[in-house]
């Protein structure tokens, strides 16, 4: 099956700075790469996704860029602030069978 | 995501008791999924349902069942096999790909409950 390893698993930028997390994946036929934010307590929630006909999608401080030959895939935020900070996790699908693999995570501190 | 309702929010299990966790969604999506969350561990399929009447094993199925009898219902039931039930179950649902009108290639994003947190008295 897909195997999803998402790092680093804590980081912690000074408000204003970009935050980079980076994801990688096994399976080739994997197609679609969504990116969710989970506040503490809280559900995760769709920030951005990615398909794989292409490399690179923004949406305002939020960009997430695709390598298909190296099989990985980054989140970037630019300009961050304090309500960043979230737990981000990565994941991968494919049309087969319509699974989603999740990363581990990435705790995202952002310090005002 | 106010469409997906997971009750309840706590819920405590007795040692050799099964205990079922709740999931109703009314956003009409067809594939619904359960998610078990533990610390360090992301999140990891239990089980999932792209139709009603029909649900898969995910990675971690051993210890939990569920059912799928309406569109809008996916409720889990953690039996006592489960030996260590403690962790932060997370429910989800998508439009499936295979929907009809819709053609592959088109994985469309979950959307999730508020998730229930089991612990054992």
């Known amino acids: 099956g897909e195997n999803v390893e998402q790092h680093p698993s804590t980081l912690s930028v000074q408000e204003g700075d970009s935050a980079v997390i980076k994801c990688t994946y096994s399976?080739?036929?994997?197609?679609?790469f969504p990116w969710y934010k989970q506040e503490l307590g809280k559900r995760p929630q769709l920030i951005i996704d990615i398909r794989s006909n292409v490399g690179e999608k923004k949406d305002q401080r939020i960009a997430v860029t695709l390598n298909k030959t190296a099989k990985h895939f980054s989140l970037h935020i630019t300009e961050t602030q304090p309500e960043d900070s979230a737990v981000y996790f990565c994941?991968?699908?494919?049309?087969?069978?319509?699974?989603?693999?999740f990363g581990t995570g990435t705790s995202l501190t952002v310090i005002p | 995501d106010g469409g997906i309702t997971q009750s309840p929010k706590y819920l405590f299990r007795k040692e050799g008791q099964n205990v079922t966790l709740s999931c109703e969604q009314n956003l009409n999506h067809d594939a619904m999924y359960w998610y078990r969350q533990d610390p360090g561990q992301g999140l990891r399929l239990i089980y999932y349902s792209q139709i009603v009447n029909d649900f898969q094993k995910g990675d971690i199925a051993e210890g939990y069942s569920v059912s799928r009898e309406k569109k809008e219902s996916f409720p889990l039931t953690v039996t006592s096999a489960q030996k260590n039930p403690t962790a932060f179950y997370l429910c989800a649902s998508s439009i499936s790909p295979y929907s009809k009108g819709r053609t592959s290639g088109s994985n469309q994003p979950q959307h999730f409950g508020d998730g229930t947190r089991l612990s054992i008295l």
């Open positions: 399976d080739s036929a994997s197609n679609y």
């Open positions: 994941a991968a699908s494919k049309d087969t069978g319509n699974q989603f693999y």
